[in-house]
């Protein structure tokens, strides 16, 4: 047992008699919200908007290409969440890539397909499923599902099993096989790193999205990619999924993904 | 009784040497593993499990072959196996803790691991494997411990052994049962996939598992005074041989479904693993031996004559041994990942470090079978040379056990 | 050998064993931790307290850090409301390192003091602005040292 969680066994009784910072006085506050906050109880505020959503994409790749902004969201993410490049594809760590469409698609595949979808490079990232059966594997809920819909990473409870990446069929995790700090050249010091021997992956800028912002990539494609919540049916994300044609990655396995490819050119072209 | 594994020949203490330094190894090159990540195996982000994972799922199996020896005896009363049940019993803890083992080492960040119980999530199939791994460890101590004791004492074993060995049996066929299902719940993983996972695990477990047995009990006719009896060895090599083609016959279902269903994501493990794709040839070899093996080793359990001709028997048990290590203790893990998310062939080979880690567990396994083995042929032995030798010891086990009573009486 | 010879081997080996914690830690010296606040950020606060009471703060900060952490990364909650109903952004770089950007003489004293190994700053921590000087090292033992 670390000696952390170990502490907290140990002071979880004590500490809660000298302080209420505990689960009770967060729902005490939820209570009388709307009183004077002067009144409202220490402790945990509970800002978080539970309302049920889907966050997902509409990534249009024809765009990212012509806009040429592939570099700028995988690069925007790299450097925020410190993510190390170790230069050996056994070993790296990635959130949001770029993959040719055989790869990204594979089951679609076809040699009639035209030249140009054939050799775009599509960015590929966590899916944030429906249905995520990496949630379903983990042995210690070390990744979760938010009711705003993102699969969350906890590196602190992760013990570095991967069943969760034998367990997600869009290779969208990474074990930090190495201690990822010999591979950072420069730290964002906002963002913390992980450690050797634990899983992870893109989380959607959960951070930002608390806040209110929307996820870097999002913000670095310039609109070839559009960001919002699937269950909102006048939300940009949905209204865009009327209008075009899409595919996504791998729907047959049942886990609902909610990274949804635009696919134009061979029509308009037709 | 656990003295008497401190008192040995010259050739007991070398073999105890032995292993202490293979394990002394071992350790060091987990230290290294430990300190520097598991970046020193020869683990990638596409196949990231590898012989560690592939290794645990087979010495399960081992464990749960206990039953194949524990049904005849306890279920059947097939007084044969009276005397071979014991060691049954004690193959099945070292090969448990093998198990346990060789998912600590492959862990990240094996401090966490009381994260499992901290934060138990019962939806996950990790924490139901180590549900029943712990309690079938306990069990079969439990069980091997208490009908030992009662051996020596010259009663028959005690009534809650009894009870004991009933509830093992339930609980062997639900620990290999559980770690089928860690691998063929895993969607888009289309060589674990299957639903008959759990049988052939099984069925490659009850050849696997009494091969090694009937092999150890050949090992102690020439090391130790145990002698198991020929009709015994026969019945235990005849299970091997109906597993073993029960083993075979199942894969056989899964090469027609794969290939007559001409399902592109299930032909390819198989492939992969027989032919080699895409450059990717390095388990080819493996499996055409393990092909022979099987094969030959069937041929040469199923006729009476060869099985029971002890030099033949000996050739079928190593050939069906090796062809179940090869496709559970390295295959089936392996082609797992092939194709990986992204319909690529991407190969593992273990590294050094990660071989001798694995060098580590099995030292380890070895020494705690050896122990247990050990102490149960020197019980049998001092029994039988009671009223002629051993006294010294004798007095010495008498002295003890009054010494150990004297508190429980007061 | 005779058995007794045997058990008395064992024995001292035993009491060898035991005695390794008092063995490594013979004739270290070890006062009182002398815990810095000597920080750009702290003299520069008009009112010196932490966002809890000291001696709370003292007794249950891993307690507080480990309710910060699970509200942060798992329930999506970044406020904190302390006793005196002030808000604080439940951060360990920017709420606690921000006033305690000294990590060597306020963290390790005490930690080092009570053999307390810290991981915080495998991930946490990593530069600090004020004093750029100060550079968190890798690995398990060296956590922290002052750049030549």
Redo the contacts between chains.
């Keep these: 047992m670390e000696r952390r969680t170990f502490l907290k066994a140990a002071a979880a009784v004590g500490a809660t008699s000298l302080l209420p910072v505990s689960a009770m006085a967060v729902s005490s506050a939820m209570a009388s919200s709307g009183e004077d906050a002067q009144r409202e109880e220490p402790g945990v505020v509970d800002t978080y908007d539970a309302t049920p959503k889907q966050w997902g994409f509409v990534i249009d790749a024809k765009k990212i290409e012509e806009l040429g902004v592939m570099d700028d969201m995988i690069g925007a993410c790299n450097h925020a969440h410190n993510i190390p490049q170790t230069g050996d594809p056994k070993t790296e760590v990635k959130w949001i890539w770029a993959e040719p469409f055989e790869n990204t698609f594979a089951d679609m595949e076809s040699e009639y397909m035209d030249e140009e979808t054939l050799d775009r490079a599509y960015p590929v990232l966590c899916n944030h499923c429906d249905n995520p059966p990496c949630v379903r594997v983990c042995p210690t809920k070390a990744t979760f599902k938010r009711s705003d819909g993102i699969v969350m990473m906890d590196p602190h409870r992760c013990i570095g099993c991967r069943f969760c990446m034998g367990g997600c069929p869009y290779g969208a995790r990474s074990l930090n096989f190495f201690d990822p700090r010999l591979y950072l050249d420069e730290i964002n010091p906002d963002y913390p790193t992980r450690t050797k021997g634990v899983v992870e992956k893109c989380t959607l800028c959960a951070e930002r999205i608390d806040k209110g912002e929307i996820p870097l990539c999002v913000e670095a494609s310039k609109g070839a990619v559009l960001f919002g919540d699937l269950n909102d049916p006048d939300s940009e994300v949905s209204r865009a999924l009327k209008e075009a044609f899409f595919i996504r990655r791998r729907v047959s396995l049942g886990t609902g993904p909610n990274m949804y490819y635009i696919v134009s050119g061979g029509a308009e072209n037709a | 009784m656990l003295e008497k594994a401190f008192h040995g020949s010259k050739a007991y203490w070398a073999w105890i040497i032995f292993l202490l330094i293979i394990i002394g190894i071992g350790v060091a090159a987990y230290a290294n593993q430990l300190i520097n990540g598991l970046g020193v195996t020869g683990m990638s982000r596409d196949v990231s499990w590898g012989l560690y994972i592939a290794q645990f799922a087979f010495f399960v199996g081992v464990a749960a072959s206990g039953v194949m020896v524990a049904i005849p005896y306890y279920l059947h009363n097939y007084k044969l196996f009276g005397k071979v049940v014991i060691f049954g019993e004690f193959l099945a803890v070292a090969a448990v803790l093998m198990a346990m083992l060789f998912v600590v080492v492959d862990l990240g960040q094996p401090v966490r691991i009381m994260n499992v119980i901290l934060f138990a999530t019962p939806h996950a199939m990790i924490f139901w494997d180590m549900v029943v791994l712990s309690s079938y460890l306990l069990l079969n101590i439990l069980i091997g411990w208490g009908a030992l004791s009662a051996e020596r004492r010259g009663f028959p074993p005690a009534k809650w052994v009894k009870v004991l060995s009933y509830i093992a049996i339930p609980f062997a066929i639900s620990i290999h049962t559980v770690t089928a299902f860690l691998f063929c719940g895993l969607p888009g993983r289309d060589y674990w996939e299957t639903a008959i996972l759990a049988g052939r695990f099984l069925s490659s477990a009850f050849a696997s598992g009494p091969a090694l047995l009937i092999m150890l009990c050949f090992i102690m006719r020439k090391v130790s005074t145990f002698r198991v009896s020929d009709k015994a060895i026969d019945s235990l090599a005849k299970i091997v041989c109906y597993a073993m083609i029960i083993n075979v016959f199942f894969f056989l279902c899964e090469v027609f479904t794969s290939f007559y269903s001409a399902s592109p994501a299930h032909m390819l493990p198989i492939a992969y693993l027989f032919g080699g794709v895409e450059g990717a040839t390095n388990l080819v070899v493996p499996m055409i031996i393990a092909t022979i093996c099987a094969f030959g080793g069937i041929a040469f359990l199923i006729f009476p004559q060869l099985r029971k001709n002890h030099k033949t028997l000996i050739v079928g048990l190593i050939a069906v041994f090796l062809a179940c290590w090869i496709d559970k203790g390295i295959a089936l893990v392996l082609a797992g990942f092939v194709p990986n998310s992204f319909e690529q062939v991407v190969q593992y080979f273990p590294t050094l470090n990660e071989v001798l880690v694995i060098a580590g567990v099995y030292g380890i396994g070895m020494l705690v079978l050896t122990v247990l083995y050990k102490i149960t042929v020197d019980v049998r032995k001092s029994l039988d040379q009671r009223p002629v030798e051993a006294v010294d010891e004798d007095k010495m086990d008498e002295a003890m056990h009054a010494a150990s009573s004297v508190p429980a009486a007061s | 050998m005779t058995?007794k010879w045997?058990i008395g081997i064992f024995v001292v080996i035993l009491i060898g064993i035991f005695a390794i914690p008092f063995l490594v830690n013979a004739g270290r010296v070890d006062g009182d931790p002398d815990v810095s606040l000597d920080t750009p950020q702290i003299n520069a606060l008009e009112v010196k307290e932490c966002i809890?009471p000291t001696d709370?703060m003292r007794?249950?900060h891993?307690?507080?850090l480990?309710?910060?952490?699970n509200?942060v990364?798992?329930?999506?909650?970044?406020?904190?409301?302390?006793?005196s109903?002030q808000?604080y952004e439940?951060s360990l770089?920017e709420t606690c390192l921000g006033c305690h950007s000294n990590q060597a003489d306020f963290c390790d004293k005490c930690h080092e003091y009570s053999s307390?190994?810290l991981?915080c700053w495998?991930?946490?921590g990593?530069?600090d602005?004020e004093n750029p000087n100060a550079v968190i090292e890798?690995?398990?033992d060296v956590l922290f040292t002052e750049k030549a």
């Design positions: 058995k045997t809890e709370y007794e249950s891993m307690v507080l480990d309710e910060w952490r509200s990364v798992r329930d999506g909650n970044y406020e904190y409301r302390s006793q109903g808000i439940m770089d307390v190994d991981y495998q991930c946490h990593t530069i602005e890798n690995g398990d």
